[in-house]
């Protein structure tokens, strides 16, 4: 039966949902409080990572967000801050980082993976995507030290009997694979079930396949409250008027928390944020790849190649620490012989907000206490790779179908 649906969130979330929501036969409306073109889908690395099966709780990181925490300028940055909502996350984050945990996450992120990464390759033969840049070259993990490839060559390893294929490169085989630049590394493993793709070019795609299909889309307006009735959702107040509809999607990213407030949910979630620079000069690179060491992602894409990294739990703001953005030049060019990266490349950096979760994984399911509202947030670094899987599941759930993977383990309502 065809239903009114809401989505609240114009990210790729939002949109992938609102994009299965309709196919679905259901009429979809977005709503957005920003003018839908900043942000995290818009600066992120660009990667389906099917092969980035550890969680960001895992041990050891609590030690490093302490040992990094007055260092402003450090790959993980934790702001110090009395705020209940951030020790409460951190608590839960700590909970999560143990190696059972992350044991029991690692097949959960490869098969959400898996499956959003086949939802792409099938969004490339729709016409409507002719013109998607996307591409299966897999993904570079370089590494400068023995320390980080000995540690990156486990996770191969726990990759590999996770069905995930992978090789071992010398600087000879890095030279055979990145054949446009010279890379400073002592060796990389290179993960065959990645892919890369351009987000802007994406994005802009998406939306005007979107409008093309009915699906109404209502920027720079706000949700502020909401109308309750026993155990559902009866009407939405935005910054503008009240709506109804028979289903709501709640997609706002690292806002999500405090909207969920209004629905007397406490879905523990932190704005990481991320920084971007992009070169339009040439680079010649030519692979997507991860330069350990300094804890950055590095793209080529239409046009441009993307430097991005960093992971700042700073609250939510859009402030540009120049630090940040000078280390992920630093960075990049520490690994790539001849690397010149523009001043104004670094002076229009831009930065995303991701919403993390405490273990990992994302929030996507239904609420008990109201029957009409799905939670589609929580994907922290995976946000871009899982939007297709996360809207054809919410997709599913709407609409009453057996969802295409047992989705329990990222229920909105779990324990830490």
């Known amino acids: 039966m065809a239903k009114k649906v809401v989505v609240i969130g114009g990210g790729i979330i939002g949109l992938c949902s609102a994009y299965y929501l309709q196919k679905e036969g259901h009429q979809v409306t977005v709503i957005d409080k920003s003018s839908m073109d900043a942000g995290a889908s818009y600066v992120n690395a660009g990667y389906l990572t099917p092969s980035h099966i550890i969680p960001l709780a895992s041990p050891g990181m609590i030690s490093k967000g302490l ?37 029991k996450a690692m097949p959960l992120i490869r098969d959400i993976n898996l499956l959003s ?38 996770v191969a390893e726990s990759a590999k009997r996770l069905g995930l294929a992978s090789s071992i490169l010398d600087m000879e085989g890095i030279s055979k694979v990145e054949t446009g630049i010279s890379v400073n590394a002592l060796g990389a493993v290179h993960y065959h079930c990645d892919g890369h793709t351009t987000p802007l070019n994406f994005m802009k795609l998406l ?14 307006e706000a949700v502020i409250d909401f109308k309750i009735t026993k155990d559902k959702i009866k009407s939405i107040q935005t910054t503008t008027t009240n709506y109804h509809f028979d289903e709501v999607v709640l997609a706002t990213g690292s806002w ?9 949910l406490d879905l523990r979630i932190q704005a990481g944020k991320g920084y971007c620079i992009d070169e339009l000069n040439p680079t010649n690179i030519t692979m997507p790849a991860i330069l350990l060491e300094a804890k950055m992602a590095v ?55 991701r919403p ?18 799905s939670i589609a947030t929580g994907h922290a670094m995976m946000g871009w790779s899982l939007g297709p899987a996360t809207g054809k599941l919410i997709a599913e759930l709407i609409s009453d179908k057996v969802t295409s993977l047992n989705i329990s383990s990222y229920s909105p309502l779990r324990t830490f």
């Open 117 to 154: 990464r086949d939802l792409y390759d099938e969004l490339k033969t729709d016409i409507a995507f002719k013109d998607f840049h996307y591409e299966r070259k897999g993904l570079l993990m370089y590494f400068q030290t023995q320390k980080e490839g000995d540690h990156e060559i486990k």
């Open 67 to 103: 040992k990094y925490m007055f260092n402003s300028a450090s790959p993980f940055y934790m702001k110090p801050r009395l705020d209940y909502d951030f020790l409460k996350w951190a608590w839960a984050f700590k909970k999560s980082s143990t190696p059972k945990k992350v044991d």
């Open 256 to 264: 999500s928390g405090n909207l969920a407030k209004k629905l007397k």
């Open 207 to 220: 939306k005007a396949n979107l409008t093309k299909n009915g699906v109404k889309i209502l920027k720079n």
């Open 299 to 353: 793209t080529p894409m239409i046009g441009f190649t993307r430097f991005a990294g960093t992971m700042e739990f700073s609250g939510i703001n859009h402030q540009i620490n120049k630090k940040r953005v000078n280390a992920i030049a630093d960075g990049a060019k520490r690994f790539y012989n001849g690397l010149q990266i523009n001043r104004a490349s670094s002076a229009n950096a831009s930065c995303g907000l």
């Open 356 to 373: 993390v979760s405490p273990d990992g994984l994302p929030y996507i399911g239904r609420v008990k206490h109201l029957n009409n509202l």
